[in-house]
C-alpha cells in the first residue's frame, strides 16, 4: 500500500474514567487519534479482531499489579490479531496476518519484533487469540506445569465453558484424566460442556456449590482444581480435593468487580492437613512452554480432539459493551471484537 493511501488517523476505545464495581458505558469513549509515520524496523496492521478479557478490569484501577494500570485518556491495549497494511521490516510482508498487543483500535504501528506470525494455514486468524494463542497457553500450561496434571488425575474446572476453561477440560481428556467435571452459568452452558467431552457439569446458580461438586466428584473426589473464578468455588474444591491434590489459580472473575473484600474460602486450613498445593500463575511466565503446546494444540485442533468456540462482537464501537457482557457471563467460550 502506498504512503499516500496509509491511513493517517484511527479509531479506537479510550478508558476516560476507572471504574467502581462494574464497569459502565461511561468509563469509555471511541476517539480518534493521529497515527505516527512508520519508523524503520516498524509495521502498520489493520487490525481484524481484538480480544477482551477479564484482567483488564484489574488494569482499569489505579493500583500496583503485575501489569500496568491503563492510562485514562489514552487507548486501552490486549490482544490484537491483524493484517499488515505497510511495512518497513524485513521480518513481515504487506499481507502476512500477526498477532500483537495493539488491540482496542483499528489501525496499530508498532515495532515489527513486538508481532508473531499466525499460522492461518492451520486455523482462522481469530484462533490465534483464543486456542492457538495466550488463552490456549494459559489452559495447557496452568493445567500440565502449574497443576502437574497426571493421567488418572480427577479434575475440577469453574468457569469452565470460557475461553480457557472449555479447553482445559478438553486437554486433560485428551491427557487421560479420570474424570473432569465443570461449573457454568446457564444450563445451556453445561449442555455445551457436556458436548465437549466433560463427564459431569452443573450451572453453579443451581444450588451450593460445595454440594453440587460433592455429588458430581462422588467417592473419587477430586486431585487437580483449575482456578478461574475464586470465592466460593475455590472454597467448595479445598473440600473436595483429595491429599496431594493441587490448585492452578488463573483468575477469580467472581471478584473482580467487588467494592468490598471476600471472605471465601473460609477453609484454607484444609490445605494443610491435605497437603495442598495452591499456585498462582501467569500466562507470561508460561512462555517458555509455547512451542510445546503450539504443536501439540494444532494437533489436537487438526483431528477434533479439542474443539473451541467463539462469542463474536461486531464493531469496534461495542467493544466496551463486549467486555461488560463478558465480566457478566455472556460469552461462551472466547469473546472476540470483529473489526
Not at 515489527?112 to 506470525?117: D, E
Not at 481469530?126 to 506445569?145: D, E, I, R
Not at 497443576?147 to 468457569?159: E, Y
Not at 501439540?296 to 480432539?305: P, V
Request: proline fraction near 5%; aromatic fraction near 6%.
Amino acid at each position: 500500500m502506498s504512503v499516500a493511501t496509509l491511513p493517517a488517523t484511527t479509531r479506537e476505545i479510550q478508558l476516560v474514567s476507572r471504574p467502581v464495581g462494574r464497569p459502565g458505558p461511561e468509563n469509555f469513549r471511541l476517539a480518534e487519534s493521529p497515527l505516527p509515520e512508520l519508523a524503520d524496523g516498524q509495521i502498520m496492521v489493520k487490525n481484524l479482531f481484538i480480544s477482551v478479557d477479564p484482567y483488564m478490569r484489574g488494569r482499569m484501577n489505579d493500583v500496583k499489579s503485575y501489569s500496568a494500570p491503563f492510562a485514562l485518556g489514552e487507548a486501552l491495549d490486549g490482544g490484537a490479531v491483524g493484517e499488515v497494511i505497510a511495512s518497513r521490516s524485513d521480518a513481515h510482508q504487506e499481507g502476512d496476518v500477526v498477532v500483537h498487543s495493539l488491540g482496542w483500535r483499528e489501525y496499530a504501528v508498532l515495532d515489527a519484533a513486538a508481532a508473531t506470525p499466525a499460522r492461518t494455514d492451520l486455523a482462522p486468524a481469530s484462533a490465534f487469540l483464543g486456542a492457538l494463542g495466550m488463552t490456549g497457553l494459559t489452559a495447557y500450561a496452568g493445567l500440565l506445569k502449574v497443576a502437574n496434571f497426571a493421567p488418572g488425575d480427577a479434575v475440577f474446572v469453574s468457569g469452565a465453558a470460557g475461553a480457557v476453561g472449555s479447553l482445559v477440560g478438553q486437554i486433560a481428556k485428551a491427557m487421560g484424566a479420570s474424570r473432569v467435571i465443570g461449573s457454568a452459568g446457564s444450563p445451556a452452558k453445561v449442555a455445551r460442556l457436556l458436548e465437549l467431552g466433560y463427564d459431569a457439569a452443573f450451572d453453579y446458580h443451581d444450588g451450593p456449590v460445595r454440594e453440587q461438586l460433592e455429588k458430581a466428584a462422588g467417592s473419587a473426589g477430586i486431585d487437580v482444581y483449575f482456578d478461574n473464578v475464586g470465592g466460593e468455588h475455590l472454597e467448595a474444591a479445598l473440600a473436595v480435593l483429595n491429599v496431594g491434590g493441587r490448585v492452578a489459580m488463573c483468575g477469580a472473575i467472581a471478584q473482580y468487580n467487588s467494592t468490598e473484600p471476600t471472605p471465601a474460602p473460609r477453609n484454607l486450613m484444609q490445605a494443610i492437613g491435605k497437603q495442598l498445593t495452591l499456585q498462582g500463575f501467569l500466562v507470561g511466565g508460561q512462555r517458555q512452554h509455547a512451542r510445546e503446546f503450539a504443536e501439540k494444540m494444532a494437533g489436537w485442533l487438526a483431528d477434533g480432539t479439542v474443539r473451541y468456540d467463539e462469542t463474536i462482537v461486531d464493531g469496534l464501537e461495542n467493544a466496551p459493551q463486549a467486555f461488560m457482557d463478558l465480566l457478566d457471563g455472556a460469552n461462551t467460550g472466547k469473546m472476540l471484537v470483529r473489526l
